[in-house]
Each structure stands twice: as structure tokens, then as C-alpha cells.
């Protein structure tokens, strides 16, 4: 099953579910989302919150749920340098530098503003 499908189960597939994208808008998005990783786990509120705007933007993604992975919360906090979910670990892929966003309303914010540019395009 696809990332974005566990996110679709969870959260039903109302008719804004996902914006449909041209095939280049596609592309351009997978990329950004290539090195992205979010911990989480299902019960949290704020997760669920990320969970409905990743879905509302039509984003998939690697999702790393740290009360199912143990090793997770373990690499949230040694990477991150909190236990605090949501998460989103961002590698860039030309040099390998990690950045750890917490807060949800950071995160949807990142995302909001990254498609925007992506999409405007």
C-alpha cells in the first residue's frame, strides 16, 4: 500500500482529498518530497493535523510512526533532539544536510508555501 494511501485510509476520501497536478507539477513534487520523512504517530492530534493538509495537498510521503517503530522515536531524538511529534526530517539530496521541522503549523506551512511555488510554476 502507498504512503498516501495509509494517509487516505485514516482520513476517508472526501472530494478535496488531493489537487490533481499535471504530469511536470507531479515530478517537481516527488522531488521535493524525495528526501522527506515525517514521525508521527496516529493518536496525536497535531499529527492528524499534518496527516489532512498532506492530504488536502495532494502530497505522499515516507511516515516514520514512532509508537509502532521503536527505533523511530530513537532516531527523532538523537536527530532532532526531541520526542515531539509530528516531526518532518527533511535530507537535502545534494549534500546530505538534515533539517528537523516540529510544530504542525510549521510543517503545513512549509509545505503550503513550497507547492505554491512549485504549482505557480
Known sequence: ???????????????DAA?????????????LTAGLSLYHFY?????ARVHRALKKL????E????????????ELISGGGRATVP????????NGA????YESRDIIAWFERELGQIRAR
Open 19 to 31: 489537487i490533481e497536478d499535471g504530469p511536470n507539477t507531479r515530478e517537481a513534487i516527488e522531488k
Open 98 to 101: 538534515v533539517t528537523w521541522i
Open 63 to 74: 511516515l516514520r510512526d514512532v509508537s509502532q517503530e521503536p527505533g523511530r522515536r530513537a
Open 58 to 61: 495532494g502530497v505522499a510521503m
Open 87 to 94: 516531526c518532518l526530517r527533511m535530507e537535502d539530496p545534494d
Open 1 to 15: 500500500m502507498s504512503l498516501f494511501g495509509r494517509i487516505s485510509d485514516m482520513f476517508g476520501d472526501g472530494a
Open 43 to 47: 493518536s496525536c492530534p497535531f499529527c
